[in-house]
């Protein structure tokens, strides 16, 4: 089996900071992806990437940088944190078939 | 519009009792997969599932691909199934489109 590892699981900043969020996992999974979850608003998705170094914009991308330079980890930057934002951060791969999707334990933003 | 529905929203159960929950997509599909999400976030697959019917335990679920709905039923309901079942599919564009999911609550 694998894992999905993302770091930190909790993650404090001030307003207008560049905040950093990283996955790794051990799957050898092509496809990786970034969702935001907001309460009430279900997962929305802010890029993914099919292979290394391939980065393609979700729904939610503005706001957003994201990097695969590693087929194992993909990161992605809030470049600048909202005032009193506050969501969970959730990395996932899967095969380039999307037979199965697995997902990390999350990132839980707040800006204060 | 939300292209996914999911339904009831949330739902209160005794301990004991079944359950029956429905995803309906407004777009074609190639799969659908079930997550259990818990009360602390972390998100669990408990189904993949592009046609057809799966059993897991006390876990069934049931995908009519042609008509774009898949549902998951819960068996004898415990305390400790309590939180959120999201339903997700992947279409030809290969986005997945989620959900915005069933809370469910179960009381003893």
């Known amino acids: 089996g694998g894992i999905i590892t993302q770091t930190p699981k909790f993650l404090i900043g001030q307003e207008g900071q560049k905040l950093t969020l990283k996955c790794q996992q051990n799957?050898?999974?092509?496809?990786m992806y970034w969702y935001r979850q907001d309460s009430g608003k279900g997962l929305r998705l802010i890029y993914y990437?099919?292979?290394?170094?391939?980065?393609q914009k979700g729904d939610l991308s503005e706001g957003y940088d994201a990097s695969r330079e590693k087929k194992s980890s993909f990161s992605l930057t809030v470049t600048s944190a909202q005032k009193n934002e506050m969501a969970v951060f959730l990395c996932?791969?899967?095969?380039?078939?999307?037979?199965?999707?697995?997902f990390g334990h999350g990132t839980k933003l707040s800006v204060l | 519009g939300q292209q996914v529905q999911q339904s009831p929203a949330s739902l209160v159960l005794q301990e004991g009792e079944n359950a029956e929950l429905q995803c309906n997509f407004s777009?074609?599909?190639?799969?659908m997969q079930w997550f259990y999400q818990r009360p602390e976030g972390s998100l669990v697959s408990l189904f993949y599932?592009?046609?057809g019917t799966k059993q897991s335990g006390r876990l069934t679920s049931t995908t009519v691909i042609k008509e774009r709905r898949s549902s998951l039923h819960i068996s004898s309901s415990q305390i400790t199934d309590s939180g959120t079942y999201l339903c997700?599919?992947?279409?030809?564009?290969?986005?997945?489109?989620f959900g915005l999911g069933t809370t469910l609550q179960v009381q003893p």
């Open positions: 996932a791969s899967s095969t380039i078939s999307n037979e199965r999707l697995f």
């Open positions: 799957f050898n999974h092509d496809t």
């Open positions: 990437s099919i292979t290394e170094n391939d980065l």
């Open positions: 777009t074609s599909l190639n799969s």
């Open positions: 599932n592009p046609s």
């Open positions: 997700e599919g992947t279409g030809n564009t290969r986005k997945l489109i």
